[in-house]
């Protein structure tokens, strides 16, 4: 993210981005915006190449406001979709496909968008099936590891457990501790409140978003450690109880964005990504 030329703003841009990048991004943040959710950052601008949000004055997070942000993050996920894979439509102002991104600017991996009537056939169908085709198109992925994604494909029922029949959740979609941001000021630019001096609050920025499985950005959370993880997680279930048995299933839900890093940096990545389809296989 860099500075935009007026001071009040920062820009993200790209000459060449996909056509529809920012826009799919704007009406993803739009969508986010829900009643009691957590707070998101403001949209001034949008362009076939940028993107201006609003700028924020970052601070430390404290345990206080990362459990009120859990329980915010709750609220969101219940607000739903309209099916998994579905994402914000015309009245977000997105009147393109279901399609998205996911991954850095300057490298964003095309994510299949639609409708899936159940969780376990889109995480198969529009998630880790197309990720794998990327990644040998890339030359990172090969035999070996399709044989093992075909595996897990087929065993998601079984590892889904319990949770398996929940609800199309609305998701940030992107959501590692990166891209939630601790900021002064309170909800004053959503809803006109005047927060107590010195409030902390969680701002999301950069989303996937898209209706998925409200596990999925719970364990994004956990991937690269979100602070105080502990108090989000127990300000969650505090609104939503999660499904039985939720704490073994976070590593199946950290296989896409681990195989994600893999195909676009390599590296440990690939190691890590086989080691988790070995395991889920299992």
Known sequence: ????????????????????????????????????????VGVSDVGPGHLDLERLSPVAPTAAAARTFGAA???????????????????????GTADGWFGPLDDPLPMPGGAWRSWPDFYAEARLLPLLDQGRARGVLGDADARLVDAVCTSLP?????????????????????????????????????????????????????????????????????????????????????????????????LYPLAVHAVLF???YVSETRSLLAELAA
């Open 1 to 40: 993210m860099t500075a935009a030329p007026s001071s009040g703003v920062f820009r993200k841009a790209r000459a060449d981005a996909p056509d529809g990048f920012f826009a799919r991004e704007a009406a993803g943040l739009d969508w986010l915006r829900v009643p009691g959710g957590p707070r998101v």
């Open 73 to 95: 993050l709750a609220v969101l996920h219940d607000a739903g979709a309209d099916a998994f894979g579905a994402g914000p439509g015309p009245a977000w102002g997105w009147s």
């Open 158 to 254: 079984r590892l889904a457990g319990p949770a398996a029949d929940d609800e199309p959740a609305r998701l940030h979609g992107d959501l590692w501790s990166g891209n939630v941001l601790w900021a002064d000021g309170g909800r004053a630019a959503d809803s006109g409140q005047s927060p107590p001096p010195g409030a902390v609050e969680a701002v999301l920025i950069d989303p996937a978003a898209h209706g998925g499985h409200r596990e999925t950005d719970l364990a994004m959370l956990a991937l690269f450690g979100a602070p105080h993880l502990t108090e989000i997680l127990a300000g969650y279930q505090e609104v939503h109880p999660l499904a039985r048995g939720w704490q073994h299933r976070v590593r199946l839900h950290q």
């Open 266 to 268: 390599g590296g440990s």
